[in-house]
């Protein structure tokens, strides 16, 4: 049978996994469910994930650099020093997993939702954050509570104290 291809990559479409397939910079997933995978250690770098579902994996200490997820959803997953170092996530949500000691440097996470997370603070000093289409204010309130989900409150009053001048707010508190 012959390979769907797409931009020099191999599309796999529409099925679901409960062991790591191949993964690498020519593997496109596409609708696919990745259901108790146990990734730990697992080399996921330069793979492309769209409109994807991980429910209950281990990716601890995974290297996931330069991966893509877009729309994809990570439910109850373990994150634990994940290596997500300048992956991009987009328009997905990460909810009600372990999220501690991840390696986000560069890493972009544009209109991604975060919620229920479990872990210790995060450096994100180099995360970009990003909100497709908000207005100023509303990218300010998600920006704000993404750093807070990822940071922890120790982390938070150190962001809020450069942006004061040093002085710490009393939402920092």
């Given at each position: 049978?012959e390979?769907?291809?797409?931009?020099?990559?191999e599309?796999?479409?529409?099925?679901t996994?409960?062991?790591?397939?191949?993964?690498?910079d020519?593997k496109?997933?596409?609708?696919?469910?990745?259901?108790?995978?146990?990734?730990?250690?697992?080399d996921?770098?330069?793979?492309?994930?769209?409109?994807?579902?991980?429910?209950?994996?281990?990716f601890?200490?995974?290297?996931?650099?330069?991966?893509?997820?877009?729309?994809?959803?990570?439910?109850?997953?373990?994150?634990?020093?994940?290596?997500?170092?300048?992956?991009?996530l987009?328009?997905?949500?990460?909810?009600?997993?372990?999220?501690?000691?991840?390696?986000?440097?560069?890493?972009?996470?544009?209109?991604?939702?975060?919620?229920?997370?479990?872990?210790?603070?995060?450096?994100?000093?180099s995360?970009?954050?990003g909100?497709?289409?908000?207005?100023?204010?509303?990218?300010?309130?998600?920006?704000?509570k993404?750093?807070q989900?990822?940071?922890?409150?120790?982390?938070?009053?150190?962001v809020?104290?450069r942006h004061?001048?040093?002085?710490?707010?009393?939402?920092?508190?």
């Amino acid at each position: 049978m012959e390979k769907k291809m797409f931009f020099g990559r191999e599309v796999i479409e529409g099925k679901t996994f409960n062991a790591l397939p191949e993964m690498g910079d020519k593997k496109y997933y596409v609708e696919c469910k990745f259901k108790g995978v146990q990734a730990e250690r697992a080399d996921m770098s330069h793979t492309e994930f769209n409109r994807c579902e991980f429910e209950g994996c281990n990716f601890k200490n995974a290297k996931m650099q330069e991966a893509v997820f877009s729309n994809s959803y990570f439910s109850d997953c373990e994150l634990r020093s994940a290596d997500l170092t300048l992956a991009k996530l987009d328009h997905g949500r990460i909810d009600g997993c372990r999220i501690d000691d991840m390696r986000l440097a560069g890493a972009s996470f544009e209109s991604m939702y975060m919620t229920r997370n479990k872990g210790k603070a995060l450096d994100v000093d180099s995360v970009r954050f990003g909100l497709g289409g908000a207005t100023q204010t509303e990218y300010e309130r998600h920006t704000a509570k993404l750093r807070q989900e990822l940071s922890g409150e120790k982390q938070v009053k150190r962001v809020i104290g450069r942006h004061t001048g040093g002085r710490e707010s009393e939402r920092g508190r």
